[in-house]
Each structure stands twice: as C-alpha cells, then as structure tokens.
C-alpha cells in the first residue's frame, strides 16, 4: 500500500469519527509504519510501545470505547494496559503524546494525570 493510500485511509477514519489527526501522527503512519500492522517502540522505561497502523487504531478505538469517553483523544498504542494518545479536536489538535492506563479513562484528566510521553510521535521512546 503506498503513502497516498494510507492517507486515505487516515482521512477515512478523520471523518468517521469526527476528528481531526495531527499532521506528524499521519506522516510517521504513512511513512514509517505503512502497512505493518504495527511498529515497536522501547520506550523511557525499556517497555515496548506498540504503535499501530491505520487498520488497527480504528479497531482498538472503537474496542475500548474511546471516543464515548474520551471524544477528543485518539488511542494510537499501547503497552498491555497503558494507552498512547494523541488529542484530536478539530482545529486544536496536538502532536503532544500521552500516555493513561486504560482502566482510567474517562474518570480523570488526561493532560493532569496522564504523563506526557513526548512532544510528537517521532519522540516517542528513548
């Protein structure tokens, strides 16, 4: 699948769920993890950071309910339990990566409690 597919792809789910995607989240997704199903970050803490392609952040987001409890937040990888998020409002998106354990969600502020993880996808990890 090339890049422009995926960017499709990626304009697809923007306006399934009413969201708009950062412009680095798209590209690290059209130009590093293409059509993989996901890529494998170690992380600050030497755990592994799955970071999803296209196909399967749509399936995790609507698995775990994401936008019923977190409208703005976009799941884009996980360690186990602990969520990877980017905030997806249109006209306020972030590139900012957070990072909540999903038994959490929708019971406290992200940007309070959750931990920035890194400015951008691309610094995500060590």
Known sequence: MNKEDILEKLDFIEKELNI???HSYKKFLS???QDKPYIEI???GQENIYV???DYVLERNKTYT???VEPNYF???QDGDLGYFIYVEKGKESDIVYSLDLGALGSVNMEE???KEADDIYNLGI
Request: glycine content about 14%; overall charge negative; charged content about 35%.
């Open 66 to 68: 994401i936008q019923e």
């Open 52 to 54: 999803y392609n296209f």
């Open 42 to 44: 170690t992380g600050k």
């Open 75 to 77: 799941l884009i990888g």
């Open 20 to 22: 708009k995607l950062p």
């Open 113 to 115: 409690d959750g931990d």
């Open 31 to 33: 130009e590093e993890i």
